[in-house]
Protein backbone atom coordinates (compact mmCIF):
# COMPACT_ATOMS: atom_id res chain seq x y z
CA UNK A 1 0.00 0.00 0.00
CA UNK A 2 0.71 3.73 -0.12
CA UNK A 3 1.67 6.16 2.83
CA UNK A 4 -1.80 8.00 3.72
CA UNK A 5 -0.93 11.26 2.17
CA UNK A 6 0.51 14.63 3.62
CA UNK A 7 -2.35 15.43 5.63
CA UNK A 8 -3.03 12.24 7.75
CA UNK A 9 -1.89 14.05 10.68
CA UNK A 10 -5.04 15.23 10.50
CA UNK A 11 -7.13 11.50 11.07
CA UNK A 12 -8.24 10.10 13.88
CA UNK A 13 -5.43 10.78 16.11
CA UNK A 14 -6.74 8.86 19.32
CA UNK A 15 -7.85 6.03 17.39
CA UNK A 16 -4.05 5.97 15.75
CA UNK A 17 -2.24 6.80 19.16
CA UNK A 18 -4.44 3.83 20.49
CA UNK A 19 -3.38 1.58 17.56
CA UNK A 20 0.40 2.25 17.94
CA UNK A 21 0.61 2.20 21.75
CA UNK A 22 -0.22 -1.36 21.76
CA UNK A 23 2.70 -1.61 18.88
CA UNK A 24 5.40 -2.08 21.41
CA UNK A 25 3.39 -4.54 23.75
CA UNK A 26 2.34 -7.00 20.88
CA UNK A 27 6.49 -7.00 19.68
CA UNK A 28 7.34 -7.90 23.49
CA UNK A 29 4.94 -10.95 22.78
CA UNK A 30 6.00 -11.84 19.27
CA UNK A 31 9.75 -12.06 20.89
CA UNK A 32 8.75 -14.56 23.54
CA UNK A 33 6.02 -16.54 21.22
CA UNK A 34 8.77 -16.56 18.58
CA UNK A 35 10.81 -19.48 18.87
CA UNK A 36 7.46 -21.69 18.97
CA UNK A 37 5.97 -20.29 15.64
CA UNK A 38 8.54 -21.01 13.30
CA UNK A 39 8.67 -25.00 14.26
CA UNK A 40 4.94 -25.24 14.64
CA UNK A 41 4.63 -23.03 11.02
CA UNK A 42 7.11 -25.25 9.40
CA UNK A 43 8.42 -22.34 8.54
CA UNK A 44 12.69 -21.24 8.79
CA UNK A 45 13.85 -18.88 11.04
CA UNK A 46 15.05 -15.72 8.67
CA UNK A 47 16.14 -14.48 12.49
CA UNK A 48 19.82 -15.62 12.38
CA UNK A 49 20.40 -14.07 8.74
CA UNK A 50 19.12 -10.58 9.70
CA UNK A 51 21.77 -7.83 10.36
CA UNK A 52 21.89 -5.99 14.03
CA UNK A 53 19.29 -6.06 16.77
CA UNK A 54 16.00 -6.60 15.10
CA UNK A 55 13.62 -6.95 18.26
CA UNK A 56 15.24 -3.36 19.11
CA UNK A 57 15.18 -2.03 16.24
CA UNK A 58 11.43 -3.02 15.59
CA UNK A 59 10.41 -1.50 18.95
CA UNK A 60 12.58 1.29 18.18
CA UNK A 61 10.53 2.09 15.10
CA UNK A 62 7.15 1.75 16.66
CA UNK A 63 8.24 4.56 19.37
CA UNK A 64 8.84 6.41 16.32
CA UNK A 65 5.96 6.12 14.95
CA UNK A 66 4.27 6.79 17.96
CA UNK A 67 6.25 10.28 18.00
CA UNK A 68 5.30 11.42 15.29
CA UNK A 69 1.34 10.36 16.10
CA UNK A 70 1.46 12.66 18.98
CA UNK A 71 3.61 15.65 17.40
CA UNK A 72 1.47 18.98 17.66
CA UNK A 73 0.41 20.85 14.34
CA UNK A 74 2.75 20.22 11.77
CA UNK A 75 3.52 23.92 11.16
CA UNK A 76 4.54 24.59 14.41
CA UNK A 77 6.94 21.74 14.87
CA UNK A 78 8.32 21.89 11.43
CA UNK A 79 11.96 20.92 11.51
CA UNK A 80 10.92 18.13 13.92
CA UNK A 81 8.19 17.12 11.57
CA UNK A 82 10.68 17.62 8.75
CA UNK A 83 12.45 15.60 10.21
CA UNK A 84 9.82 12.74 11.06
CA UNK A 85 8.86 13.30 7.44
CA UNK A 86 12.43 12.27 6.25
CA UNK A 87 12.52 9.28 8.65
CA UNK A 88 9.41 7.62 8.43
CA UNK A 89 9.85 7.66 4.67
CA UNK A 90 12.93 6.09 4.12
CA UNK A 91 12.14 3.79 6.69
CA UNK A 92 9.22 2.78 4.42
CA UNK A 93 10.76 2.97 1.28
CA UNK A 94 13.51 0.53 2.36
CA UNK A 95 10.84 -1.49 3.67
CA UNK A 96 8.50 -2.06 0.60
CA UNK A 97 11.78 -2.44 -1.60
CA UNK A 98 13.07 -5.23 0.46
CA UNK A 99 9.39 -6.52 0.37
CA UNK A 100 8.78 -6.57 -3.43
CA UNK A 101 12.52 -7.86 -4.29
CA UNK A 102 12.00 -11.06 -1.48
CA UNK A 103 8.31 -11.93 -2.73
CA UNK A 104 10.08 -11.70 -6.44
CA UNK A 105 13.07 -13.86 -5.31
CA UNK A 106 14.74 -10.84 -6.66
CA UNK A 107 19.09 -11.08 -6.21
CA UNK A 108 20.09 -7.67 -6.66
CA UNK A 109 23.20 -7.04 -9.04
CA UNK A 110 26.84 -6.59 -7.46
CA UNK A 111 27.89 -2.99 -7.34
CA UNK A 112 29.97 -2.67 -10.29
CA UNK A 113 33.24 -0.74 -10.18
CA UNK A 114 33.76 2.44 -12.48
CA UNK A 115 36.99 4.24 -13.42
CA UNK A 116 37.24 8.26 -12.63
CA UNK A 117 39.15 8.80 -15.24
CA UNK A 118 36.21 7.48 -17.86
CA UNK A 119 35.61 10.91 -18.98
CA UNK A 120 39.39 11.75 -19.67
CA UNK A 121 39.72 8.48 -21.60
CA UNK A 122 36.97 9.29 -23.58
CA UNK A 123 38.32 13.22 -24.85
CA UNK A 124 40.96 12.04 -25.42
CA UNK A 125 39.75 10.00 -28.59
CA UNK A 126 38.22 12.68 -29.82
CA UNK A 127 39.95 14.62 -32.63
CA UNK A 128 39.77 18.41 -33.86
CA UNK A 129 39.80 21.60 -31.58
CA UNK A 130 36.59 21.81 -30.65
CA UNK A 131 36.27 25.31 -32.99
CA UNK A 132 36.02 28.63 -30.71
CA UNK A 133 34.69 27.46 -27.93
CA UNK A 134 37.12 24.60 -27.07
CA UNK A 135 39.43 26.59 -25.07
CA UNK A 136 36.56 27.75 -23.27
CA UNK A 137 35.18 23.28 -22.45
CA UNK A 138 38.70 22.37 -21.62
CA UNK A 139 39.25 25.77 -19.52
CA UNK A 140 35.63 24.98 -17.55
CA UNK A 141 36.57 20.78 -17.28
CA UNK A 142 40.14 21.08 -16.01
CA UNK A 143 38.97 23.81 -13.45
CA UNK A 144 35.95 21.56 -12.03
CA UNK A 145 38.15 18.74 -12.33
CA UNK A 146 40.62 20.30 -9.97
CA UNK A 147 38.17 21.76 -7.45
CA UNK A 148 36.89 18.12 -7.01
CA UNK A 149 40.22 16.85 -6.61
CA UNK A 150 41.21 19.52 -4.13
CA UNK A 151 38.31 21.13 -2.11
CA UNK A 152 38.03 19.16 1.27
CA UNK A 153 35.72 16.30 0.74
CA UNK A 154 33.26 17.76 3.41
CA UNK A 155 32.86 21.13 1.70
CA UNK A 156 31.47 18.49 -1.48
CA UNK A 157 30.04 15.42 -0.04
CA UNK A 158 27.24 15.54 0.98
CA UNK A 159 26.86 19.61 0.54
CA UNK A 160 24.94 21.68 -2.42
CA UNK A 161 26.84 22.66 -5.02
CA UNK A 162 26.26 24.32 -8.23
CA UNK A 163 27.84 24.45 -11.74
CA UNK A 164 26.89 27.51 -13.77
CA UNK A 165 28.13 28.04 -17.28
CA UNK A 166 27.11 29.28 -20.44
CA UNK A 167 25.11 27.85 -22.98
CA UNK A 168 27.98 24.79 -25.41
CA UNK A 169 30.67 25.12 -22.72
CA UNK A 170 30.36 21.27 -22.16
CA UNK A 171 28.64 21.22 -19.05
CA UNK A 172 26.98 17.43 -19.53
CA UNK A 173 30.19 15.99 -19.79
CA UNK A 174 32.60 18.41 -17.40
CA UNK A 175 29.18 17.37 -14.57
CA UNK A 176 29.87 13.26 -15.55
CA UNK A 177 33.52 13.84 -14.97
CA UNK A 178 32.93 15.51 -11.50
CA UNK A 179 30.54 13.09 -10.13
CA UNK A 180 32.93 10.19 -11.22
CA UNK A 181 35.56 12.10 -9.74
CA UNK A 182 33.91 12.72 -6.45
CA UNK A 183 32.53 9.12 -6.27
CA UNK A 184 36.28 7.90 -6.73
CA UNK A 185 37.13 10.25 -3.63
CA UNK A 186 34.56 9.03 -1.38
CA UNK A 187 35.30 5.39 -2.12
CA UNK A 188 39.29 6.11 -0.79
CA UNK A 189 38.38 8.31 2.18
CA UNK A 190 34.69 6.91 3.48
CA UNK A 191 35.00 3.81 1.77
CA UNK A 192 31.42 4.02 0.26
CA UNK A 193 30.42 3.73 -3.49
CA UNK A 194 27.55 6.70 -4.14
CA UNK A 195 25.35 5.57 -7.35
CA UNK A 196 24.92 8.90 -9.84
CA UNK A 197 21.70 9.90 -10.50
CA UNK A 198 21.15 12.23 -13.31
CA UNK A 199 17.78 14.06 -13.76
CA UNK A 200 16.62 16.21 -16.30
CA UNK A 201 13.26 17.92 -17.33
CA UNK A 202 11.85 16.26 -20.14
CA UNK A 203 12.26 12.48 -22.17
CA UNK A 204 13.68 13.96 -25.18
CA UNK A 205 16.98 15.39 -23.25
CA UNK A 206 17.05 11.84 -21.03
CA UNK A 207 17.47 10.25 -24.94
CA UNK A 208 20.07 12.69 -25.60
CA UNK A 209 22.35 12.77 -22.38
CA UNK A 210 21.51 8.86 -22.41
CA UNK A 211 23.38 8.48 -25.77
CA UNK A 212 26.59 10.46 -24.32
CA UNK A 213 26.69 8.16 -21.22
CA UNK A 214 26.82 4.80 -23.31
CA UNK A 215 29.43 6.67 -26.08
CA UNK A 216 31.45 7.07 -22.59
CA UNK A 217 31.01 3.86 -21.50
CA UNK A 218 31.68 1.78 -24.38
CA UNK A 219 34.59 3.74 -25.01
CA UNK A 220 36.01 2.13 -22.23
CA UNK A 221 34.54 -1.25 -22.90
CA UNK A 222 32.11 -1.30 -20.18
CA UNK A 223 28.87 -2.71 -21.51
CA UNK A 224 26.23 0.25 -20.38
CA UNK A 225 23.78 -2.71 -19.48
CA UNK A 226 25.74 -3.42 -16.86
CA UNK A 227 25.80 -0.08 -14.67
CA UNK A 228 23.26 1.95 -16.18
CA UNK A 229 19.64 2.23 -16.18
CA UNK A 230 17.52 5.07 -18.12
CA UNK A 231 14.16 5.16 -16.00
CA UNK A 232 11.27 7.05 -16.83
CA UNK A 233 7.23 6.22 -17.76
CA UNK A 234 8.08 6.04 -21.72
CA UNK A 235 10.69 3.96 -21.35
CA UNK A 236 10.10 0.59 -23.14
CA UNK A 237 11.48 -2.97 -22.17
CA UNK A 238 13.52 -4.47 -24.98
CA UNK A 239 14.17 -8.45 -25.87
CA UNK A 240 18.28 -9.37 -26.04
CA UNK A 241 17.54 -9.63 -29.42
CA UNK A 242 16.21 -6.13 -30.18
CA UNK A 243 18.24 -4.24 -27.56
CA UNK A 244 19.76 -1.16 -29.20
CA UNK A 245 23.17 -0.78 -29.98
CA UNK A 246 25.39 0.80 -28.07
CA UNK A 247 25.43 3.90 -29.72
CA UNK A 248 21.89 3.83 -30.14
CA UNK A 249 19.52 6.78 -28.22
CA UNK A 250 17.22 4.49 -27.12
CA UNK A 251 16.76 4.03 -22.97
CA UNK A 252 15.16 0.80 -23.35
CA UNK A 253 14.82 -0.96 -20.04
CA UNK A 254 17.47 -3.69 -19.58
CA UNK A 255 16.68 -7.01 -19.93
CA UNK A 256 20.01 -8.72 -19.09
CA UNK A 257 23.04 -8.58 -16.86
CA UNK A 258 26.35 -9.31 -18.46
CA UNK A 259 25.74 -13.35 -19.48
CA UNK A 260 21.94 -13.57 -17.59
CA UNK A 261 18.82 -12.73 -19.06
CA UNK A 262 16.28 -11.32 -16.83
CA UNK A 263 12.69 -11.08 -17.02
CA UNK A 264 10.33 -8.42 -17.60
CA UNK A 265 9.83 -8.53 -13.55
CA UNK A 266 13.26 -8.38 -12.49
CA UNK A 267 14.01 -5.53 -15.33
CA UNK A 268 11.16 -3.49 -13.94
CA UNK A 269 12.61 -4.15 -9.73
CA UNK A 270 16.13 -3.09 -11.14
CA UNK A 271 15.09 -0.11 -12.43
CA UNK A 272 12.28 1.12 -10.33
CA UNK A 273 14.81 0.66 -7.40
CA UNK A 274 17.46 2.59 -9.19
CA UNK A 275 19.73 -0.53 -9.09
CA UNK A 276 22.51 0.45 -11.18
CA UNK A 277 25.81 3.00 -10.65
CA UNK A 278 24.77 5.52 -13.05
CA UNK A 279 20.46 6.43 -13.50
CA UNK A 280 19.15 8.70 -15.87
CA UNK A 281 15.57 9.98 -14.91
CA UNK A 282 12.80 12.63 -15.11
CA UNK A 283 12.37 15.30 -12.83
CA UNK A 284 9.07 13.91 -12.11
CA UNK A 285 10.60 10.71 -10.82
CA UNK A 286 13.28 12.33 -8.18
CA UNK A 287 10.75 14.84 -6.75
CA UNK A 288 7.93 12.19 -6.41
CA UNK A 289 10.26 10.17 -5.15
CA UNK A 290 11.70 12.65 -2.22
CA UNK A 291 8.22 14.44 -1.35
CA UNK A 292 5.82 11.81 -2.46
CA UNK A 293 3.51 9.29 -0.94
CA UNK A 294 3.17 6.03 -3.45
CA UNK A 295 4.66 3.26 -3.03
CA UNK A 296 5.94 2.92 -6.34
CA UNK A 297 7.75 6.35 -6.67
CA UNK A 298 9.13 5.47 -2.38
CA UNK A 299 10.71 2.31 -2.90
CA UNK A 300 13.52 3.97 -4.20
CA UNK A 301 14.51 6.85 -1.75
CA UNK A 302 16.50 5.02 0.38
CA UNK A 303 18.82 4.14 -2.65
CA UNK A 304 18.90 7.74 -3.22
CA UNK A 305 19.26 8.47 0.75
CA UNK A 306 22.55 5.69 0.98
CA UNK A 307 24.59 9.17 0.01
CA UNK A 308 24.06 9.68 -3.97
CA UNK A 309 25.25 12.10 -5.47
CA UNK A 310 22.26 13.87 -7.64
CA UNK A 311 22.70 16.19 -10.58
CA UNK A 312 19.53 18.10 -11.22
CA UNK A 313 20.27 19.48 -14.90
CA UNK A 314 18.35 22.31 -16.80
CA UNK A 315 17.05 23.42 -13.37
CA UNK A 316 16.10 26.42 -14.44
CA UNK A 317 12.85 24.46 -16.54
CA UNK A 318 11.18 23.72 -12.67
CA UNK A 319 8.09 25.52 -12.51
CA UNK A 320 8.56 28.60 -10.53
CA UNK A 321 5.11 27.77 -8.23
CA UNK A 322 6.98 25.14 -7.10
CA UNK A 323 10.78 26.92 -5.83
CA UNK A 324 9.57 27.59 -2.26
CA UNK A 325 9.03 23.22 -2.13
CA UNK A 326 11.71 22.27 -3.87
CA UNK A 327 13.76 24.83 -2.14
CA UNK A 328 13.36 23.67 1.23
CA UNK A 329 13.47 19.87 0.15
CA UNK A 330 16.94 20.70 -1.26
CA UNK A 331 18.04 22.31 1.90
CA UNK A 332 17.20 19.09 3.62
CA UNK A 333 18.80 16.22 1.30
CA UNK A 334 22.55 16.88 2.69
CA UNK A 335 21.28 15.82 5.53
CA UNK A 336 20.72 12.62 4.33
CA UNK A 337 24.05 12.38 3.06
CA UNK A 338 22.71 13.50 -0.34
CA UNK A 339 24.91 15.93 -2.78
CA UNK A 340 23.20 17.97 -4.88
CA UNK A 341 24.54 19.83 -8.25
CA UNK A 342 22.40 22.38 -9.62
CA UNK A 343 23.45 22.35 -13.42
CA UNK A 344 22.64 25.26 -15.84
CA UNK A 345 23.54 28.25 -17.79
CA UNK A 346 21.06 30.29 -15.58
CA UNK A 347 20.35 29.40 -12.13
CA UNK A 348 17.31 30.16 -10.36
CA UNK A 349 16.77 31.44 -6.68
CA UNK A 350 16.44 28.01 -5.49
CA UNK A 351 19.17 28.04 -2.78
CA UNK A 352 20.68 30.53 -0.75
CA UNK A 353 23.77 31.25 -2.69
CA UNK A 354 26.50 31.76 0.39
CA UNK A 355 25.66 28.34 1.37
CA UNK A 356 26.38 26.42 -1.66
CA UNK A 357 29.79 25.89 -3.67
CA UNK A 358 30.03 26.91 -6.94
CA UNK A 359 32.41 24.61 -9.10
CA UNK A 360 32.50 26.59 -12.42
CA UNK A 361 34.90 29.31 -12.91
CA UNK A 362 34.02 32.33 -14.67
CA UNK A 363 34.51 31.70 -18.35
CA UNK A 364 36.48 35.58 -19.36
CA UNK A 365 36.45 36.25 -22.88
CA UNK A 366 33.41 33.59 -23.69
CA UNK A 367 32.54 34.46 -27.05
CA UNK A 368 28.96 36.21 -27.42
CA UNK A 369 26.86 33.74 -29.90
CA UNK A 370 23.54 35.36 -30.10
CA UNK A 371 22.00 39.21 -29.70
CA UNK A 372 18.40 39.62 -28.54
CA UNK A 373 17.00 42.74 -30.25
CA UNK A 374 12.86 43.27 -30.50
CA UNK A 375 11.00 42.95 -33.95
CA UNK A 376 8.34 44.08 -35.38
CA UNK A 377 6.04 41.20 -36.19
CA UNK A 378 2.31 41.81 -34.54
CA UNK A 379 0.55 39.44 -35.73
CA UNK A 380 0.85 35.69 -36.79
CA UNK A 381 1.15 36.21 -40.66
CA UNK A 382 3.58 38.96 -40.33
CA UNK A 383 5.95 36.95 -38.29
CA UNK A 384 5.41 33.94 -40.97
CA UNK A 385 5.94 36.47 -44.16
CA UNK A 386 9.10 37.84 -41.99
CA UNK A 387 10.44 34.17 -41.48
CA UNK A 388 10.33 33.40 -45.02
CA UNK A 389 11.92 35.97 -45.74
CA UNK A 390 15.05 34.09 -44.42
CA UNK A 391 14.10 31.36 -46.06
CA UNK A 392 18.01 30.42 -46.91
CA UNK A 393 19.32 29.98 -43.28
CA UNK A 394 18.29 27.83 -40.47
CA UNK A 395 15.61 29.06 -38.52
CA UNK A 396 14.00 28.32 -34.93
CA UNK A 397 10.68 30.32 -34.14
CA UNK A 398 9.29 29.55 -30.08
CA UNK A 399 6.13 30.42 -28.99
CA UNK A 400 4.31 30.52 -25.91
CA UNK A 401 1.00 28.41 -26.89
CA UNK A 402 0.49 25.29 -29.16
CA UNK A 403 -2.52 26.99 -30.24
CA UNK A 404 -0.43 29.70 -32.01
CA UNK A 405 2.68 27.59 -32.91
CA UNK A 406 -0.27 25.29 -34.96
CA UNK A 407 -1.60 28.65 -36.29
CA UNK A 408 1.90 29.86 -37.52
CA UNK A 409 2.86 26.17 -38.82
CA UNK A 410 -0.07 26.64 -40.86
CA UNK A 411 0.66 30.03 -42.00
CA UNK A 412 4.72 28.72 -42.91
CA UNK A 413 3.43 25.53 -44.53
CA UNK A 414 1.14 27.49 -47.30
CA UNK A 415 4.60 29.67 -47.86
CA UNK A 416 5.91 26.41 -49.21
CA UNK A 417 9.08 26.11 -47.22
CA UNK A 418 11.14 23.41 -48.11
CA UNK A 419 12.27 21.91 -44.66
CA UNK A 420 9.83 22.75 -41.92
CA UNK A 421 8.83 21.06 -38.65
CA UNK A 422 6.45 21.39 -35.79
CA UNK A 423 7.35 20.38 -32.18
CA UNK A 424 5.19 20.68 -29.22
CA UNK A 425 4.27 19.12 -26.15
CA UNK A 426 1.00 17.58 -28.39
CA UNK A 427 3.54 15.36 -30.43
CA UNK A 428 4.46 12.30 -28.84
CA UNK A 429 7.74 12.15 -27.41
CA UNK A 430 8.41 8.74 -29.30
CA UNK A 431 7.77 11.41 -32.53
CA UNK A 432 9.39 14.12 -31.01
CA UNK A 433 12.91 11.89 -30.81
CA UNK A 434 12.22 10.53 -34.50
CA UNK A 435 11.48 14.54 -35.59
CA UNK A 436 14.82 16.02 -33.33
CA UNK A 437 17.12 13.40 -35.20
CA UNK A 438 16.16 14.43 -38.70
CA UNK A 439 16.47 18.04 -37.96
CA UNK A 440 20.05 17.32 -36.69
CA UNK A 441 21.04 15.63 -39.83
CA UNK A 442 19.70 18.55 -42.19
CA UNK A 443 21.33 21.27 -40.26
CA UNK A 444 24.37 19.27 -40.20
CA UNK A 445 24.12 19.11 -43.89
CA UNK A 446 23.47 22.98 -43.72
CA UNK A 447 19.74 22.73 -45.22
CA UNK A 448 17.65 25.82 -44.15
CA UNK A 449 15.58 23.92 -41.87
CA UNK A 450 12.98 26.00 -39.98
CA UNK A 451 11.29 24.26 -36.60
CA UNK A 452 7.79 26.27 -35.49
CA UNK A 453 7.79 24.67 -31.77
CA UNK A 454 6.67 25.92 -28.22
CA UNK A 455 8.66 25.47 -25.00
CA UNK A 456 9.94 22.02 -25.01
CA UNK A 457 12.70 22.42 -27.05
CA UNK A 458 14.03 25.56 -24.38
CA UNK A 459 15.88 23.29 -21.93
CA UNK A 460 19.16 21.43 -23.58
CA UNK A 461 18.03 20.16 -26.66
CA UNK A 462 21.06 19.62 -28.55
CA UNK A 463 20.36 21.46 -32.10
CA UNK A 464 21.72 24.40 -33.48
CA UNK A 465 20.07 27.22 -35.82
CA UNK A 466 21.77 29.92 -37.82
CA UNK A 467 18.94 32.38 -36.03
CA UNK A 468 15.67 32.39 -33.93
CA UNK A 469 12.30 34.40 -32.98
CA UNK A 470 10.72 33.82 -29.99
CA UNK A 471 7.59 35.40 -28.87
CA UNK A 472 7.64 37.96 -25.70
CA UNK A 473 8.50 35.30 -22.39
CA UNK A 474 10.43 35.52 -19.42
CA UNK A 475 14.27 36.32 -19.45
CA UNK A 476 15.33 32.68 -18.63
CA UNK A 477 13.15 31.15 -21.35
CA UNK A 478 14.63 33.69 -23.87
CA UNK A 479 18.02 32.56 -22.81
CA UNK A 480 17.27 28.83 -23.15
CA UNK A 481 16.19 29.38 -26.89
CA UNK A 482 19.20 31.52 -27.33
CA UNK A 483 21.31 28.43 -26.37
CA UNK A 484 19.73 26.66 -29.42
CA UNK A 485 21.31 29.17 -31.84
CA UNK A 486 24.97 29.20 -33.02
CA UNK A 487 25.60 26.84 -30.18
CA UNK A 488 29.53 26.23 -31.25
CA UNK A 489 29.35 30.38 -31.92
CA UNK A 490 31.14 29.07 -35.45
CA UNK A 491 29.64 31.95 -37.20
CA UNK A 492 32.43 34.45 -38.49
CA UNK A 493 30.05 37.53 -38.44
CA UNK A 494 29.93 37.55 -34.73
CA UNK A 495 26.44 36.64 -32.58
CA UNK A 496 23.25 35.85 -34.66
CA UNK A 497 20.23 37.43 -33.84
CA UNK A 498 17.31 36.22 -31.47
CA UNK A 499 14.39 38.38 -32.32
CA UNK A 500 11.63 38.95 -29.55
CA UNK A 501 8.19 39.50 -31.45
CA UNK A 502 5.31 40.51 -29.05
CA UNK A 503 2.03 39.04 -31.13
CA UNK A 504 -1.18 40.34 -30.66
CA UNK A 505 -2.82 36.94 -30.72
CA UNK A 506 -0.63 35.87 -28.08
CA UNK A 507 -1.18 35.08 -24.00
CA UNK A 508 2.50 34.99 -22.71
CA UNK A 509 1.11 36.74 -19.50
CA UNK A 510 -1.40 33.43 -18.88
CA UNK A 511 1.88 31.36 -19.29
CA UNK A 512 4.05 33.47 -17.61
CA UNK A 513 2.18 36.27 -15.48
CA UNK A 514 2.57 39.54 -16.39
CA UNK A 515 5.30 40.54 -13.60
CA UNK A 516 8.35 38.08 -15.51
CA UNK A 517 6.84 39.06 -19.35
CA UNK A 518 7.61 42.73 -17.72
CA UNK A 519 11.14 42.70 -16.64
CA UNK A 520 12.10 41.25 -19.34
CA UNK A 521 10.59 44.05 -21.32
CA UNK A 522 12.79 46.53 -18.94
CA UNK A 523 15.60 44.66 -19.63
CA UNK A 524 15.69 44.43 -23.43
CA UNK A 525 14.58 48.18 -24.23
CA UNK A 526 18.37 48.07 -26.28
CA UNK A 527 20.16 45.02 -28.02
CA UNK A 528 21.86 42.86 -25.61
CA UNK A 529 23.82 39.35 -26.27
CA UNK A 530 23.33 36.56 -24.42
CA UNK A 531 25.99 37.02 -22.01
CA UNK A 532 25.19 39.85 -20.69
CA UNK A 533 21.26 38.33 -20.38
CA UNK A 534 22.49 36.02 -18.45
CA UNK A 535 24.83 38.35 -15.89
CA UNK A 536 21.70 40.54 -15.44
CA UNK A 537 19.88 36.67 -14.24
CA UNK A 538 22.54 35.53 -12.30
CA UNK A 539 22.98 39.02 -10.28
Known amino acids: GDIDPP ?57 EALALAYLAEYETLEPVARRR ?37 YLATLSG ?38 TGAGKTLTVLNAALKLRARVEQERGLSPRIVYALPFINLIEQTAEIVRHVLTDAGIDPADVMV ?28 GEEDLDVDEALLLVESWDAEIVLTTFVQVFHTLIGYQNRMLKKLHTLAQGAILVLDEVQALDARY ?67 EAGQSQLVVVNSVRLSLELFDALRRLGL ?28 GAPVVLVATQVVEAGV ?27 ALEATGPRPLRIVGLDEGQGHLVYGRVLLDAAREVLRQPLVDREVERILEA
Open 7 to 63: EFLDVDRPGLRRTLRALPVQLDAARQSWPLLCPALGLPDPLPFLDGQVWETLRALAE
Open 85 to 121: FWETNIVFSALIDADKKLAAGYRPPHRSALPADLVDR
Open 129 to 166: DGGPLGPFRRQLYQAVDERIRNEPLDRLYPALLTLTAP
Open 230 to 257: AHHHLAPLASPSRAAPPSSASSSLPVAR
Open 323 to 389: WPLVRAVLDDLPQWGITVVLMTATQPALVDRERVLELAPELHGYPPRVVLTLAEPRTVAELSEAVAA
Open 418 to 445: PHLFYLSSNVTPRDRKARLEQIRELLER
Open 462 to 488: DVDFDSGWREWGPLEALVQVAGRINRN
